[in-house]
């Protein structure tokens, strides 16, 4: 199993970035997908997951700003982030929800003042 983010990249305080990631599971469409990130010191936490079915969730401090979308036909799951803020800042990887396989490398997303 492959996972390929994509996306990351230097942005303003404000700006927007979508983060892309290719997963290649077969059984893509059964699981339910998100996207996690972790900055410098601090342990890898979940932003956002969407159900197999498609629902989302967000952490509390993402809510109104990122949005997770899937297309299972391209095993793909996004990440749209708007109103981004410094503490946004962080490597994002994409994994299952429920029992994450081998983590990628991750897109870095910096965020500067």
């Known amino acids: 199993v492959q996972l390929q983010a994509s996306g990351g990249g230097l942005v303003q305080a404000g700006g927007s970035l979508r983060l892309s990631c290719v997963a290649s599971?077969?059984?893509?469409?059964?699981?339910?997908m998100a996207w996690y990130r972790q900055a410098p010191g601090k342990e890898r936490e979940v932003v956002a997951s969407?159900?197999?079915?498609?629902?989302?969730s967000y952490v509390d401090f993402v809510k109104g700003r990122f949005t997770i979308t899937r297309d299972d036909d391209k095993k793909t799951v996004s990440l749209q982030m708007t109103n981004l803020n410094v503490n946004d800042t962080a490597v994002y990887y994409c994994?299952?929800?429920?029992?994450?396989?081998?983590w990628g490398q991750g897109t870095q997303v910096t965020v500067s003042r």
């Open positions: 599971m077969t059984t893509f469409r059964i699981h339910a």
């Open positions: 994994n299952k929800y429920i029992g994450p396989v081998v």
């Open positions: 969407i159900t197999s079915t498609g629902s989302p």
